[in-house]
């Protein structure tokens, strides 16, 4: 006798429609993980030690992991009160758009970018409005700040933008931001931002861009450059009384003390630092000149990732044939740099998949 089917809880239709977040996938021996754009190199020094040193697994962390934000408000020049730390920026991009877009509301952001921005409207209750990026890969801010209506209550704006890898400038933000009404969240996403090399790029911390537009946030993570993507650590800048409300809606006690412990510990070696986001700038530099010069067309790569535009499924499936595991997206394909050997592997698969 077979078991009946449980009548299972009744979860709301669109979320029952909504697929899971697609992580990139694991790479077999000697193989290379190029689909999240993660970092290559092992734990910055003195990390692992403050990780092991925070070790009282029965203690709660601290809320608001206080030390890291009053750590990193020195770094910038703010008060404590104008950092917020999550769970990686993910979870403060989560936090920020429950807490200004419900349903009604619209939230709108360029596309495609970061996977992750539909998913979260949509469990907002809000409603998503992509505006196709340009040609280029570059945001279209025009389009961008024509969408917003007076039922928008966030603007997404990801510079460098994954995973096309173009910035934003500093007068182009200005420009748009001049057209976005002051009561609209902007949250701007500068989750690579340590990789960016490019002239006029924006650098919402160091231009302090949240103190002349107050309705702006700028989201930071130690995910990529910093090489803690495990762990889960991310930070917004902004007033003081905007990151109120993330402070209100995010999950309470989410970032581990040892989180927050790493974190710190790599702010303290910012030479080591500097010297492998170079390497990896190199590289990038490398990966694109090398896929343009083989006739790919790879927009300006600001971030740890290159962009094949227009590459199809069966040109991911040929590096993963050659154990370089990369992430297609239905408009192009994304390669994230990792480690110096992957680049001329990744040359050698694009020349004969051209
Ligand atoms: N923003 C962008 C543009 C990203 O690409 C990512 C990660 N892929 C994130 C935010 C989130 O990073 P994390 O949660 O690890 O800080």
């Known amino acids: 006798m077979s078991t009946p089917e449980p009548v299972l809880p009744r979860i709301r239709p669109e979320i029952a429609a909504l697929p899971p977040y697609r992580q990139g996938k694991a790479a077999g021996a000697g193989g290379f993980k190029l689909s999240s754009n993660e970092n290559p190199f092992d734990p910055l020094p003195g990390v692992v030690d403050a990780v092991h040193a925070a070790d009282a697994l029965n203690r709660y962390p601290d809320a608001t992991a206080a030390r890291l934000r009053a750590r990193l408000g020195e770094r910038y020049g703010v ?96 420009a748009f931001l001049a057209r976005i009404p002051s009561d609209v969240l902007v949250l701007l996403d500068e989750a690579y931002a340590e990789f960016v090399t490019a002239d006029g790029a924006v650098d919402g911390l160091a231009e302090r861009v949240f103190e002349t537009h107050p309705n702006v946030v700028v989201l930071r993570t130690f995910s990529k450059a910093y090489g803690l993507a495990a762990l889960r650590v991310g930070y917004a800048i902004g007033h003081p009384r905007v990151l109120d409300a993330a402070r209100s809606t ?41 896929l343009r010069a083989l006739g790919w067309r790879v927009p300006d790569a600001q971030g740890n990732f290159v962009w094949l535009d227009g590459a199809s499924a069966d040109v991911a499936r040929a590096f993963e044939d050659a154990g370089v595991i990369v992430r297609p997206f239905p408009e192009g394909v994304r390669i994230s740099v990792g480690e110096e050997e992957a680049v001329a592997r990744i040359l050698q698969v694009a020349e004969s998949a051209r």
């Open 79 to 174: 008060e404590a009160d104008g950092v917020v730390i999550g769970a990686g920026s993910v979870s403060l991009l989560a936090a920020f758009i429950q807490a200004a877009a419900g349903a009604g509301d619209e939230v709108v952001y360029s596309w495609r970018s970061f996977e992750a921005y539909p998913s979260l409207v949509l469990v907002a209750g809000a409603t998503g409005v992509p505006v196709p990026n340009l040609a280029d890969g570059r945001h279209d801010l025009d389009a961008l700040a024509a969408a917003v209506t007076d039922r928008t209550r966030v603007v997404l704006v990801c510079t460098p933008n994954n995973p096309t890898g173009p910035v934003v400038t500093s007068d182009e933000l200005s």
């Open 250 to 290: 995010a999950i309470p006690l989410s970032v581990t003390a040892h989180a927050e412990a790493a974190a710190l510990a790599s702010l303290e070696v910012h030479d080591e630092l500097a010297e492998r986001v170079r390497q990896i700038v190199v590289r990038r530099d490398a990966l694109a000149a090398g």
